[in-house]
C-alpha cells in the first residue's frame, strides 16, 4: 500500500485489490462506518473533494470501476449489470457486510445494479444526480447526451463551478491514459442503451434500505422529468435538493452534500 499521488487525492492510501482475478484500484482514507464510494463520470480523481469530506467521518473505501484508471476489466464484463455483481463480490472480498453505499451519476446506476440483486448488503444508500432509468423515449431526451457534446461543453454541463482540469495537450502521459481509459469504459458501459438499463426501474422496489436522492437544483445534464422518474421509481427514498451544485454536486458543494450524506445516515441508523 502506498500514498496516492492522483491530484487532490493526497489524503489516503492507494491499494490493488484481487477480485477474483482482476486487479482492481482501491482508494482508502478516514476511520469510522465503513462507506463504499462508487464514482461517475469524471473517474475516481474526480471524486477529490467530495471524498475528502466523507474521509471526515467515515472509513471510505473507493475503487476505480473496471476498465476505469488503473483497475482491469474482466474480459466478461460489458454492461453495468455484470459490474453489480462483480461489486458484491468485491464487498465478500473486502469483508464488508453492510456499508452505506455513496454513488454519483454512473456510480449511482451501479449501487443500484448491486442493491437490486441482493438488497440486503447496504445499510443506508445515497444516490447523488443518478443515471441509469431510460434517458430518452422516442424524440424525448431527458438526459444530455455526453458523448456528442465537446469535452468543454461537458465540462459546464457538469459543475457551476469552474472545472480544474488540464487540457489534453497539457497532461502527462500518465494522466492521459487514464483519461482515455475512463472515456472508453464509460463509452462501453453506457454507449448503447444510452447511460441506462431499461430493465432497471422494475427491480428498484427491490431496495429495502434507506436511501436518499440528491439533486444539484442547478444540473444542466437532467432534465426536470428525468427527476419526476426516479421519484416514481424509487418512492421509498428521501429527496434533497442541493442549492448551488450542478451535476457533480461532490465537486460543487462537497462539504453541503457530505453534511446531508452524514445526517441521513446517522438518522437511517436510528
Not at 473533494?49 to 460489458?78: D, I, N, T
Request: proline fraction near 6%.
Amino acid at each position: 500500500m502506498s500514498t496516492i499521488e492522483l491530484d487532490g487525492l493526497d489524503f489516503g492510501t492507494l491499494d490493488t485489490v484481487d477480485i477474483l482475478g482482476t486487479d482492481i484500484e482501491l482508494f482508502r482514507a478516514g476511520s469510522g462506518t465503513p462507506l463504499l464510494f462508487l464514482h461517475g463520470i469524471d473517474g475516481l480523481e474526480g471524486s477529490a473533494q467530495g471524498l475528502r469530506e466523507l474521509a471526515k467521518s467515515f472509513s471510505v473505501y473507493a475503487p476505480s470501476h473496471p476498465g476505469f484508471g488503473a483497475s482491469e476489466r474482466p474480459a466478461g464484463m460489458s454492461r453495468v449489470d455484470d459490474m453489480g455483481y462483480f461489486y458484491l463480490d468485491m464487498l465478500n472480498a473486502l469483508g464488508l457486510d453492510a456499508p452505506i453505499i455513496v454513488g454519483t451519476s454512473f456510480g449511482a446506476w451501479v449501487a443500484c445494479e448491486m442493491l437490486t440483486k441482493e438488497p440486503g448488503r447496504a445499510r443506508s444508500l445515497v444516490l447523488a444526480s443518478p443515471l441509469g432509468l431510460k434517458t430518452a423515449e422516442r424524440r424525448e431526451h431527458w438526459v444530455a447526451d455526453l458523448f456528442m457534446i465537446s469535452k468543454q461543453e461537458l465540462g459546464a454541463r457538469l459543475q457551476v463551478g469552474p472545472a480544474d482540469e488540464q487540457s489534453m495537450p497539457e497532461m502527462s502521459e500518465a494522466r492521459l491514459r487514464r483519461v482515455l481509459r475512463n472515456d472508453e469504459a464509460l463509452s462501453l458501459y453506457g454507449w448503447s442503451p444510452y447511460m441506462c438499463n431499461p430493465k432497471l426501474g422494475d427491480r428498484l422496489h427491490r431496495i429495502s434500505c434507506p436511501a436518499m436522492i440528491v439533486w444539484g437544483d442547478k444540473d444542466a445534464m437532467i432534465e426536470p422529468e428525468y427527476r419526476a422518474r426516479w421519484r416514481d421509481a424509487l418512492p421509498q427514498a428521501q429527496v434533497k435538493l442541493l442549492s448551488g451544485a450542478g451535476h457533480r454536486s461532490h465537486a460543487d458543494k462537497p462539504a453541503e452534500l457530505a453534511t446531508l450524506i452524514g445526517q441521513f445516515t446517522k438518522g437511517a441508523a436510528k
